[in-house]
Each structure stands twice: as structure tokens, then as C-alpha cells.
């Protein structure tokens, strides 16, 4: 199990930018798959970004694909989510999540320890 604390989220304009970051606690981190899901008030929680723990591989919702990268340093115990070309359909709570398993998960519940979220709003 890990502790999953994220931050970098806040208020942006649409075009704009924000990086996310997720840092974990605990000595697994480094084998953990690790992804991003978000939730708009009264929405379901949706699959953002997942990458693996080798960094080799990762997948995206069709929604941010090219606009969002996901990427970690298990150096550094963090996991992280640029978010270029904000729209405000992007505004959400973001969540970081980690699995145990080695794979590019897109559902949550393949997904064993989740942060507390924070907060993306873009404006118009």
C-alpha cells in the first residue's frame, strides 16, 4: 500500500496549462502502475492517463489525448500529468491512483490506493 498526496491544481484559462503532481510514500511505489482519473460535479469519475511502472508504456482517454502527458520518476516517488490546451470541459477534481499490477489499467477499479484529489477549474 502507498499514500497518494496530489497537487498543482487550480484556477487556469482555457488555452493554458497546469502540471499535476502525485507523490507517494511507502518503498513499492516503484512497481506500482499509476494512473489519473477525474470527476465533474454530477459526473462519474473517469479515466484520465495510466503508466506503467517501467514508464514503457502508457494509454489515455480519447478526450486528452494529445493535449495530456503522463509521466513519473520513481526516482523521486512522484507521478505527474501535464495538461496543455485546458478546456473547460477539463474541470474536475483529479484523482491519482496506484495498482499493484504491472499493466495499463483504464478502469478504477483495477486501481488499489487513491489520493485525495485536487482541484482543476478552467475558465472560459
Known amino acids: 500500500q502507498v499514500q497518494l498526496v496530489e497537487s498543482g491544481g487550480g484556477l487556469v484559462q482555457a488555452g493554458g496549462s497546469l502540471r499535476l503532481s502525485c507523490a507517494a510514500s511507502?518503498?513499492?511505489?516503484?512497481?506500482?502502475?499509476m494512473g489519473w482519473f477525474r470527476q465533474a460535479p454530477g459526473k462519474e469519475r473517469e479515466f484520465v492517463a495510466t503508466?506503467?511502472?517501467?514508464?514503457?508504456?502508457?494509454a489515455y482517454a480519447d478526450s486528452v489525448k494529445g493535449r495530456f502527458t503522463i509521466s513519473r520518476d520513481n526516482a523521486k516517488n512522484t507521478v505527474y500529468l501535464q495538461m496543455n490546451s485546458l478546456k473547460p470541459e477539463d474541470t474536475a477534481v483529479y484523482y491519482c491512483?496506484?495498482?499493484?499490477?504491472?499493466?495499463?489499467?483504464?478502469?478504477?477499479?483495477?486501481?488499489?490506493?487513491w489520493g485525495q484529489g485536487t482541484q482543476v477549474t478552467v475558465s472560459s
Open positions: 491512483a496506484g495498482s499493484r499490477g504491472n499493466y495499463a489499467y483504464t478502469a478504477s477499479s483495477s486501481y488499489d490506493d
Open positions: 511507502g518503498r513499492t511505489f516503484r512497481i506500482y502502475t
Open positions: 503508466i506503467i511502472r517501467s514508464a514503457t508504456s502508457t
